[in-house]
Each structure stands twice: as C-alpha cells, then as structure tokens.
C-alpha cells in the first residue's frame, strides 16, 4: 500500500497556490461570507485509518452532500418505491432547473437535484413533522460519522430559507403537478435545514464510509445498508452526483461523489477510502473547483478510479 499520507500532503502542498479558485456561491448570504481559501482534504480507509490534510477538521456547509444521507434515509424506510417519486437518470441540467421538471410532469429526474431531494424530504415527513425529520436526519449522520458534536447551522438554514425563491418554486411547481403531498413550507424548511448541516472533512469522509465497504461501517460495526444498496447509492453518486458536472467528473476523476454549494465533495472509492474534500470556490457546474482537481490527482496517484488504474 502507498504513503496515504505523503499523497495527502503534497496534493495539498501543490494546489496551495490555487487556493480561492473558483467562485465562491453567494445566493446564500451566510455561504458568501466564508473565505475562499479555505482548503481541507480527508480520507478514511475501510481499515479505520484517517489521513487529512489542511482545514481538515473545520466545519463547513455540506449543503446538497445532505441529499445522499437523505437518500440512504428514504431508501431505508420506503425501499424501491421511492423511484415512483424521482427517477435516477442524469439531468444534464443545473441543479436547480426549472425546465425538465415541466417536461417531465413534475416528476424529478433523480435524488440529487434539488427539485428530487424536496421530493424525498417530502415523502420523509409523511407522518411526522418537520422537527421529527430534522432531528431524525441529525441522529442518523451522527451515528454515520459516531460524532456526536455535528449540529446544524441555523444561520446557514435562516439564510437559505429568506432568500430560497428558487427552491420555493420548484417546490410549488411539483405542488401545482400533485407530486408533493405536505405543505410546501414544511418539506422547503426540512429541506433547508438538511442542507445547513455543518461538518468537517474528517466528519464527512467518516460518515461516507459505509458506502466504500459494502453498507457496513467499518469503524462502528453498523450495517447500514445491504451492500446491493451501498453499490445502487454508488451508481447515482457517479451518475448523476455532479448535476451536470457529472459527466467531467466522471472522465477526470472516476469515482462516485456528490458536490455541495459549500465546496465540499464527498467522494467514495469502493472497497478502499472515504474521501472528502473542501474549497469553498466552485466552477460553472456548482462544484468545488480546487476540489475536484484534488480528487483527480487523489484518483491518479491511487490508481482507486472506479474505471480501473
Ligand atoms: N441548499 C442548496 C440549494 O438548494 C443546495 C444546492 C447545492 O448544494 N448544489 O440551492
């Protein structure tokens, strides 16, 4: 095995220089006051060891990273009839377009945009209210990451939720289609919240290591999904995991991952590593733009593309 921690270290040491690349998203107010150099990388092995390197251990706004503990949630409680709510195809389009979802009669193209994470969050709070679905969605990552410190930031959820006209139409155009069935304002304010988790690099690459060992975390013991749904969570996160992005991320990094408009990047490299990235900057798609380079020299330096060395 190679020097995990050597690789770490001169990734980071190489893209120093670049730190602030990109552009920092400001459409939340709370997330354009966060510096733009920031920079933090984490790997944890399915062996339970952890390599990190720069702001590694700094909390940040997982934002859409939300949308995969989400997922793995629903997928948990409703099993394969959420697929009759969303779909799991690419977009190939920004993550909060409007367009397809009228094409398509409301019905989202997958998990991981925005419009088919409030139809998850909507299908969530069937029998509970929003309070129940926040605190579950807490408890559940804290068990993931075996962290209890990891709270949610109001100030982000606040933010979001005054100046979220975006996702409030989206929401109210799957509303118009009879495709959610709580109030609008319930399922955006879960759905807000969801997105205001605060975590590290280090938090996060922990919370993702059931997805690279087979639905089982190594660290903890916990089975938390069989590892066909492990492999299913896997496929959507490659597919369809950088919006229309995903494609790239695909061909230059090679592994499943889900983006955040934080600039964190959760990626997974099955049977190996947990990795989680964080810069604040993000490129056109909406995804961390020195992240994504870290994680392609990350994938060549390891050979752990998913496509092979
Ligand atoms: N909370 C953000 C939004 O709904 C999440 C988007 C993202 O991270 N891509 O706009």
């Known amino acids: 095995m190679f020097d995990l921690q050597a690789i770490i270290d001169d990734i980071y040491r190489e893209l120093e ?45 997982i934002q859409s990273i939300s949308k995969v503990f989400n997922l793995t949630l629903a997928l948990g409680k409703f099993g394969e009839a959420i697929w009759r ?17 009228e094409q398509e009669g409301g019905k989202p193209r997958n998990p991981f945009i925005n419009a088919g994470a409030i139809a998850v969050t909507d299908l969530m709070l069937a029998g ?6 926040i605190g579950e969605f807490v408890r559940f ?13 109001h100030e982000v959820a606040a933010s979001e939720a005054a100046t979220g006209f975006r996702n409030a139409a989206l929401a109210n155009f799957m509303k118009s289609f009879g495709k959610l069935d709580q109030p609008v304002e319930h399922v955006l304010g879960v759905y807000f919240h969801h997105c205001a988790l605060a975590m590290s690099c280090r ?18 013991g916990h089975s938390v ?20 992005g995903s494609g790239d991320f695909a061909y230059q990094v090679g592994l499943p991952g889900k983006s955040g408009v934080g600039g964190g990047i959760l990626a997974v490299a099955p049977g190996k590593a947990s990795i989680a990235v964080w810069s604040p900057g993000l490129n056109d798609n909406g995804n961390s733009a020195l992240g994504s380079k870290a994680l392609e020299m990350l994938a060549q330096r390891t050979g752990w593309s998913v496509f092979g060395s």
Do not use: W
């Open 17 to 61: 220089p670049q730190r602030g690349l990109g552009k920092v998203a400001d459409y939340i107010p709370q997330l354009a006051r966060v510096d733009a150099r920031r920079f933090g990388l984490a790997i944890v092995t399915v062996e339970g060891q952890a390599y990190v390197a720069g702001d590694a251990d700094t909390a940040f706004s």
């Open 85 to 101: 709510r969303v779909g799991r195809e690419p977009s190939g389009s920004a993550f909060n377009s409007i367009v397809q979802l």
């Open 128 to 133: 509970h209210t929003p309070r129940e679905v």
């Open 141 to 153: 990552v804290r068990s993931l990451a075996d962290d209890e410190t990891i709270v949610i930031d």
């Open 203 to 220: 938090q996060l690459a922990k919370s993702g290591l059931f997805l690279a060992n087979n639905g089982r975390n190594p660290m903890t």
């Open 225 to 244: 999904v069989s590892p066909q749904r492990a492999r299913r969570i896997n496929a959507l996160m490659l597919t369809c995991g950088h919006y229309d």
